[in-house]
């Protein structure tokens, strides 16, 4: 018996298709100090989601905690293949961004698109889900 999907809509902030399992962060995170771009594991011991691997995941992030220095982290974990599948962020955040415009500009394989989906709509998405991401921001759970 199949399972019914539902579709959210997000907005697209750099396109492109994924298909992952969601990890939903419980709490904002910095990429600098908070993911370890060696391993892909949220590293900062006071995230709820300490040890969590985010490479080939969807990514739901509420917020992040901004340092300049994460763009840097999210191309390493992209020249790594650590990176997230996709990433579905609850706020614009144009550093972490831009670790992936650097990434499609180096012409690495597969950086993951970027989309923006407000908490109200995050709250549809839960960890372990199966999800695919579509290139016009569709979020298919």
Do not use: N, Y
Not at 97 to 114: F, N, W
Not at 122 to 133: E, F, I, N, P
Request: net charge negative.
């Amino acid at each position: 018996m199949a399972t019914a999907r539902s579709s959210i809509q997000g907005e697209v902030l750099l396109p492109g298709s994924a298909e992952g399992e969601v990890l939903k962060l419980d709490r904002p995170i910095s990429f600098w100090g908070g993911v370890d771009p060696e391993s892909g594991r949220i590293s900062d011991p006071r995230h709820p989601q300490h040890g969590e691997s985010v490479a080939g995941r969807v990514l739901v992030i509420p917020e992040t905690i901004g340092s300049s220095s994460g763009s840097a982290v999210m191309l390493e974990l992209i020249a790594r293949r650590l990176a997230p599948a996709a990433l579905i962020l609850g706020k614009p955040d144009a550093i972490l961004v831009l670790g992936v415009v650097v990434a499609r500009e180096m012409d690495h394989d597969d950086p993951p698109p970027v989309l923006l989906l407000p908490p109200a709509g995050q709250a549809a998405l839960a960890s372990g889900q199966a999800c695919r991401v579509g290139p016009e921001g569709s979020i298919r759970v």
